[in-house]
């Protein structure tokens, strides 16, 4: 998270990131969960799954738990938003204004986006910002 963290000093790029990077995990979530089924699979589960077991692999229990809340989260708004019909149009969007942000933020800070020397950084991002909260929380790593 340090390394991540290098990229983002500039305290608009910071802000903007704790906004842009659990509104793309979501909508994510969101496209996935609006696929079609085959054989009843939920295909955000199929990324959900994966993602929590490289979070497991981290040996971190109290960001572990704060991202099975969070993904559990936003699989429930998935849900709600599913059921009204909407899931998939608000996922893209969300998708689209989040990453445009992400990209001004970077714009701003004067550095290329951490995911594009290495893709774990697209995983590690969520752990950034909820290190955030967990800090704001009083919670010492």
């Known amino acids: 998270m340090d390394e991540y963290g290098v990229d983002h000093t500039h305290p608009t790029n910071k802000l903007i990131h704790k906004i842009c990077v659990p509104l793309i995990m979501f909508s994510i979530i969101g496209i996935l969960w609006s696929?079609?089924?085959?054989n009843s699979i939920n295909w955000a589960?199929?990324?959900i799954i994966p993602t929590l077991l490289f979070y497991i692999s981290l040996k971190k229990t109290v960001m572990l738990v704060l991202m099975i809340i969070q993904t559990f989260l936003m699989c429930w708004?998935?849900?709600v938003l599913y059921g009204q019909g909407i899931l998939l149009e608000v996922s893209i969007t969300v998708f689209i204004l989040a990453w445009i942000g992400q990209f001004v933020g970077h714009k701003i800070e004067g550095r290329k986006p951490s995911f594009l020397q290495d893709l774990s950084f697209l995983l590690i991002g969520p752990l950034w910002v909820n290190r955030f909260l967990l800090q704001k929380l009083g919670w010492k790593e």
């Open 35 to 38: 696929l079609p089924r085959w």
């Open 45 to 47: 589960l199929v990324l």
């Open 77 to 79: 708004i998935s849900a």
